[in-house]
């Protein structure tokens, strides 16, 4: 039976050691973008990985999307597959679908997410993503919200959480800089959608 290995990589420094010894033995890799940090870490590994940013591009919605890697992954057979954003709620089941369609295996590799790896010393966090927010949230819980890779999916974070968090309410803003590690900033709420610049890797912590 095909088997194929979901390697959630959020950041570089968040490899390991079960995820490198797979990557470097695996025959065929594929890649959810390269226009991430990791695509520095791959070439640094001398890993070739085979990017999803055509499918991208080429497909209408993020359902075709979803459809298009699943049949790419699973006409190729036993493969890992470097997910570098939050694939859990729609893509992954996807995934799982046509694995099963061709009787395949998909195995996830044990991770750390983009909050464990950003906010290592604060208390540990409910994740989410900016792209797929709850409709409540419990705000005496702390939080982090994942891709906000825009300015427009920040101003819809920011409306969201003002639902339960006061305009003034401290948080902690991270993106992964050239240096392949998070930096993180403090700002308040209102100011969200006010930074100079967002992609993939930011992320807010909220206490």
């Known amino acids: 039976m095909h088997t194929i290995t979901v390697v959630f990589l959020p950041a570089p420094a968040g490899l390991t050691i079960a995820q490198e010894r797979l990557l470097n033995s695996a025959q065929k890799i594929f890649v959810q973008t390269m226009r991430h940090p990791v695509a520095d870490l791959l070439k640094d590994m001398r890993i070739e990985a085979v990017s999803m940013d055509d499918l991208f591009e080429a497909s209408e919605d993020f359902d075709a999307l979803n459809r298009a890697i699943a049949g790419r992954l699973c006409g190729q057979g036993g493969c890992a597959y470097i997910a570098t954003g939050s694939i859990q709620s729609r893509q992954l089941p996807a995934i799982q679908k046509a694995a099963q369609e061709h009787q395949f295996r998909v195995r996830v590799l044990p991770y750390l997410r983009a909050g464990e790896i950003a906010f290592a010393e604060r208390e540990r966090a409910v994740t989410i993503s900016a792209h797929d927010l709850p409709e409540q949230i419990d705000p005496e819980w702390n939080y982090v919200v994942e891709e906000i890779d825009t300015r427009i999916a920040a101003g819809e974070v920011k409306l969201f959480l003002s639902e339960f968090f006061p305009d003034e309410w401290a948080v902690t803003l991270a993106s992964i800089g050239s240096d ?25 912590y909220i206490p």
């Open 180 to 204: 392949g590690m998070y930096a993180l900033r403090e700002i308040v709420l209102c100011d969200l959608d006010r930074q100079t610049a967002y992609d993939a890797t930011t992320i807010l």
